[in-house]
């Protein structure tokens, strides 16, 4: 059912024969590029895409934002005293 090695030679003579040598260079040099920019698009995206604070961030983050909540509060209660 698969494609054996005398199959996969005999479709690269007849695609060698149709577009030529040089014309299959340009198509390979052409299509690397083609892949290589999508490669570097995606890893610029994804650069783009990774502002989300990491996991130690956020637990800075949170305890940072408690250390406020409770000051403001004590702050309160220090003025209701005074």
Do not use: W, Y
Request: hydrophobic share 40%.
């Amino acid at each position: 059912m698969g494609f054996g090695p005398l199959e996969l030679f005999l479709i690269l003579v007849i695609v060698l024969v149709l577009f030529g040598a040089k014309k299959l260079r340009n198509i390979g040099g052409d299509l690397g590029g083609a892949i290589k920019n999508f490669k570097t698009a995606m890893g610029d995206e994804e650069n783009k895409t990774d502002h989300t604070p990491s996991s130690t961030n956020k637990e800075s983050l949170e305890q940072q934002a408690g250390n406020i909540i409770e000051g403001s509060a004590s702050v309160e209660n220090h003025k209701q005293k005074v």
